[in-house]
């Protein structure tokens, strides 16, 4: 149950964040659905099990699978925020300002 | 090993010659010379065998799966193309050297393209697999593509003429390898050949003849797509010499000699070759009597010369396919010295219009008598080679089809379709010597040619004349030809004189009337002007220009206006999934329980994300990203997974740090959004969260570990070494994921390098020292640098602490928490702690701090990894261990050192290109106003 509430709560706040104007909070809202896929993942290896996963580690032990396709998920979550945040950079620069829509118009 | 060899040896020098060119310029054009020289020798010395009927062949595994193979075989055909590619290729080099002025900055570029395309080229004529002679086949369009289009500032439409026509063949030349490999049940060329019987009784045999056909004809500027080898007269002469008549425009006669064997027979087949070779050659003709530019007199002779082979091949006996292969020879031999001679005109005089040269031959003599000789062999002038072959070509048209398979028509037919091209070919080689050479001299030479421009013009049709003469040392060759591609010898000997026969008087009637042709020259050119016919470069254009026209229609409707409106319909679609998700799904397992302490970090949650969404401030909204972010760090450590908790710790302090160095340039408060929009982004994300929380609660983690996982945490240490599960699925069972993960990290590097360094209208100058006052603020220092000694101390100290953690990380993570990713992460962190203290010139200036190298090494060691796998008869991406000095390491370290040295790249790349701080004659951003400064400033684009 924990588990759906937090996915549920990142989830959300990351869709309205990327309904907003403004590349930066775009840029932030998909920040935080990038922490709910990665919640999602972890809470699909099962909340049971919370053992570290080694070699070993017996019955206890965690998926490990998940925890892979979340670890390179977040490294690559921060790699987009800095292109997202590169393009708000340039924009500001090119148009004055970093909000798409106002900006549309002046290309 | 010769074969390979063959086709590696330019491949391999094409990618040095740039690193020489730096230094050599266009010097770099005779070791490219001499890597062509030396597969020239390596080939010739196969000559006897050849001749005896041996053939080589060299074959590896290239798709096992399929039975593809990267296979090579020389026999005669493939030998006498692949001496004309080198050949002509060593004279095309050392022209190339004394044409381009010593410092064109295109030269160094043509020439590793112009070795790169004789790689590709000596590729086609090899391969002995369908697939593979298609790959190679593409290769020389692509590089045709850049060599015609040079800089991109003139040769633009032409190249992209000629890509797209030779790209449509390239693609009928896979969908008939696709049906060949299919009927015969091999992809091997030597076995599609073998199987010719089952080839020509397949249902697909009509669709392979026209595929084959499609793509000779596209490759080998075949009408009605003829229009694209005039278009790319535009490219410097080597290259039109090279490319455009000795070589590329010959692979397309190249497949249809080659695949004559398995098509045999097949009155389709002929059919459609002696007519569109034949209307092609006469075409070509009569469009060459009327051209005044020599470039586009010489391209449309091409056309027709290209049309004559085609003829013959569609002719299919072994006489035909035998001259054939002996006219590519003579062909290229006076061709290439043609064109050649056109370049050291232009260059001398700086025109190619005839209507403004003549009487050069006094002035350039070597130039004039190559030229002439060379001229009398296309016109099919005794004693040179041109004479003999044209002669076969009619002898063998006269003959006719006999019982080899063709149409019995296609002999009198190819026959009068010939003699009329004949006759044009003549009259135009006649204009063409005596509109240059002879007459009054009307544009004077300003700019003498060098010795090694004229030379090697000279060489070739010298060589078209000693062949001529000795023509009877061919006769084995014309013999070979015929019995491996027609089915038996032609029975012919090659020589100059037959005695008085009807073939003899045809040729002399030929050259009659030529010759009358060239003398009503005036009357007639305007007849041929009067009846022209359609533009196939105006119709490619129009078909061209009306499919971005199409397109940009259809994005005009599709277009919504700003993020939002594109954002909104993946939502509703996904909230729709979800509710259906919700009705349907029947929870199956017992759902898992939580646990206290995962309530408290909910409620804590729900605090942060409110204080992300809800701040007007953007330090505000930071500060709630960053409580997500640990929270999430905190569920991670609670559900087992510490590796991921250090991680998302390290990403969270960067992510805020880059957060705020990119928030320097941005206002403090964020634009307030409409009522409306508030409320719409409510609603949509109350439904998104609702709906993706109600399907984890109901269909997620119900069932306990996955059978994968159990097999990891089974076998992991066994099969690998390591005992931390999550890093040896990164680094051995899955990392091929990994690999294509720090790719798009590269990527993301290269992309904000892109985005923020190189757009020519507003490049962003070189950092500048910000004002110390900004906005009263004092510890904004330098460009980047916070001030302060307790900072500053804190660095000195942690960061080389932080660095050698950063390296235990990485070292220990196939056993503990840690790996490459996390290390990286923590060298980042450090990097970070040098910028905030020091300033963005201390990363600036550091050589060691760049972008592109840093994450071009880190994928080249991962890449190396994955490659050293087969290179030792291995996997790609190999396990298994290394003892370096008597330390005994998994061998996946070396790929989690890649890793480590990407991410390492990435974060260096954020820093050093958006961590810049604002130039001096910028206004504060907080302060608002236009942005004014003057983009043609010292614009630094450095990596």
Redesign the interface.
């Known amino acids: 149950?924990?588990?759906?509430?937090?996915?549920?709560?990142?989830?959300?706040?990351?869709?309205?964040?990327?309904?907003?104007?403004?590349v930066?909070?775009?840029?932030?809202g998909f920040?935080?659905l990038g922490?709910?896929a990665?919640?999602?993942l972890?809470?699909?290896?099962?909340?049971?099990?919370?053992?570290?996963?080694?070699?070993?580690?017996g019955p206890g032990?965690?998926?490990?699978?998940?925890?892979?396709f979340?670890?390179?998920a977040?490294?690559?979550?921060?790699?987009?925020?800095?292109?997202l945040?590169?393009?708000?950079?340039?924009s500001?620069?090119?148009h004055?300002s970093?909000?798409?829509?106002t900006t549309?118009g002046e290309r | 090993m010769l074969l390979p060899l063959a086709v590696a040896a330019p491949l391999v020098a094409a990618a040095l010659l740039p690193l020489l060119g730096r230094r050599f310029g266009r010097d770099v054009a005779l070791p490219a010379a001499a890597v062509l020289a030396a597969v020239a020798v390596g080939l010739g010395r196969r000559v006897p065998a050849v001749l005896d009927g041996a053939t080589a062949t060299w074959t590896r595994p290239w798709l096992p799966g399929t039975g593809v193979e990267a296979a090579l075989r020389l026999d005669g055909l493939a030998l006498l193309f692949a001496l004309v590619v080198t050949v002509v290729g060593v004279l095309v080099m050392l022209y190339a050297r004394w044409y381009f002025a010593a410092d064109d900055p295109a030269a160094v570029r043509t020439v590793a393209l112009l070795t790169l395309f004789a790689g590709a080229m000596l590729g086609v004529v090899l391969a002995d697999d369908v697939i593979l002679l298609f790959a190679a086949w593409e290769l020389t369009s692509i590089t045709s593509f850049f060599l015609i289009g040079g800089d991109g500032t003139k040769g633009a439409s032409g190249a992209r003429r000629a890509l797209l026509v030779t790209a449509l063949g390239g693609l009928a030349l896979l969908g008939a390898a696709v049906l060949l490999a299919q009927a015969a049940g091999t992809t091997s060329l030597a076995g599609v050949l073998a199987a010719g019987p089952e080839v020509r009784a397949a249902g697909t045999a009509t669709a392979a003849v026209a595929l084959v056909v499609l793509a000779a004809a596209t490759k080998s500027a075949q009408v009605p797509f003829q229009f694209w080898l005039p278009g790319a007269m535009v490219a410097p002469t080597p290259v039109s010499t090279y490319l455009h008549a000795a070589t590329m425009v010959k692979a397309g006669v190249y497949l249809v000699l080659r695949l004559a064997p398995a098509f045999q027979g097949l009155a389709v087949w002929h059919g459609t070759l002696v007519l569109l070779g034949g209307t092609t050659a006469v075409l070509g003709a009569w469009v060459a009597v009327t051209r005044r530019d020599l470039k586009a007199l010489m391209a449309y002779s091409t056309v027709s010369q290209l049309g004559l082979l085609v003829a013959l091949v569609g002719l299919g006996t072994p006489l035909a396919l035998g001259t054939a292969g002996l006219h590519v020879l003579a062909h290229a031999l006076f061709k290439a010295a043609l064109f050649m001679t056109v370049g050291v005109v232009d260059h001398a005089t700086g025109t190619r219009d005839l209507d403004r040269l003549g009487g050069l031959g006094r002035a350039l003599p070597g130039t004039a008598v190559a030229a002439t000789l060379a001229a009398a062999g296309m016109a099919g002038v005794p004693p040179l080679l041109g004479f003999v072959t044209k002669e076969e070509a009619l002898a063998a048209f006269l003959k006719g089809a006999g019982t080899y398979g063709a149409p019995a028509w296609t002999g009198d037919v190819g026959l009068a379709l010939i003699v009329v091209a004949s006759v044009g070919t003549v009259a135009y080689s006649l204009r063409f010597v005596l509109g240059t050479f002879a007459g009054p001299l009307r544009t004077p030479v300003h700019h003498r040619p060098g010795g090694g421009l004229e030379a090697p013009a000279v060489a070739l049709a010298a060589a078209s004349l000693v062949a001529g003469v000795l023509v009877g040392t061919l006769t084995p060759v014309l013999d070979l030809l015929g019995r491996d591609l027609g089915g038996g010898a032609p029975g012919v000997e090659l020589k100059l004189w037959h005695g008085v026969t009807p073939l003899l008087l045809t040729t002399l009637g030929v050259l009659a009337a030529g010759l009358a042709v060239e003398l009503g020259r005036g009357r007639l050119v305007g007849v041929l002007r009067a009846g022209r016919l359609p533009d196939g470069a105006a119709a490619f254009d129009a078909t061209y220009d009306g499919t971005l026209r199409l397109g940009g229609r259809v994005r005009a409707i599709s277009e919504l206006h700003g993020l939002p409106a594109f954002l909104g319909p993946p939502l509703v679609v996904a909230v729709g999934l979800l509710l259906v998700g919700l009705v349907t799904v029947a929870p199956t397992g017992t759902p898992p329980d939580g646990q206290a302490l995962d309530w408290v970090l909910v409620a804590l949650l729900a605090i942060g994300v409110l204080g992300v969404t809800q701040s007007r401030s953007r330090i505000g909204a930071v500060a709630g990203l960053s409580l997500v972010g640990f929270l999430v760090a905190g569920w991670f450590v609670l559900h087992g997974a510490p590796d991921l908790a250090l991680t998302q710790l390290l990403v969270e302090a960067l992510t805020v740090a880059l957060v705020v160095v990119v928030f320097r340039r941005l206002p403090d408060t964020f634009a307030a959004g409409a009522r409306l929009r508030r409320g719409t982004a409510a609603a949509a994300a109350a439904a998104l969260g609702l709906g993706l929380g109600g399907v984890t609660w109901l269909a997620v983690g119900r069932t306990g570990r996955s059978a994968v996982g159990d097999r990891y945490l089974a076998r992991a240490e066994e099969l690998t070494g390591g005992r931390n599960v999550v890093n040896t699925i990164l680094v051995d069972f899955r990392a091929l994921d990994t690999l294509g993960e720090i790719a798009v990290l590269a990527v993301a590097a290269a992309g904000i390098f892109a985005l923020i360094r190189t757009p020519a209208e507003r490049p962003l100058g070189p950092p500048r020292a910000l004002p110390l006052d900004r906005g009263g603020d004092p510890r904004w220092r330098g460009s980047g640098g916070i001030e302060g000694p307790i900072l500053r101390l804190m660095t000195e100290l942690v960061a080389p602490v932080l660095l050698v953690v950063a390296g235990w990380l990485l070292w220990r993570g196939h056993q503990d928490v840690g790996g490459g990713f996390i290390g990286g992460l923590a060298a980042g962190a450090a990097a970070v702690l040098l910028y905030l203290s020091q300033g963005h010139e201390r990363l600036w200036g550091s050589r060691w701090f760049r972008t592109l190298p840093l994450t071009g090494a880190g994928l080249g060691v991962a890449l190396a990894h994955a490659l050293s796998g087969p290179l030792t008869g291995g996997a790609f991406l190999p396990g298994g261990k290394l003892t370096v000095l008597g330390v005994t390491v998994a061998r996946s370290l070396v790929f989690d050192v890649g890793v480590f040295v990407v991410v390492v790249g990435m974060v260096i790349g954020i820093l050093r290109h958006l961590g810049q701080g604002l130039p001096e004659d910028e206004p504060a951003a907080d302060r608002g106003g236009p942005d004014d400064r003057d983009p043609a400033g010292d614009a630094g684009v450095r990596a």
């Open positions: 149950m924990s588990a759906a509430v937090v996915v549920g709560l990142l989830a959300a706040g990351g869709t309205y964040l990327v309904l907003q104007r403004g930066v909070r775009v840029a932030l920040t935080l922490h709910a990665t919640t999602l972890i809470a699909a290896g099962g909340a049971d099990a919370r053992g570290v996963p080694f070699a070993g580690a032990a965690a998926d490990p699978l998940p925890q892979a979340a670890l390179t977040i490294v690559i979550s921060l790699g987009l925020t800095a292109f945040l590169a393009l708000a950079f340039r500001r620069d090119v004055g970093d909000d798409l829509e549309e």
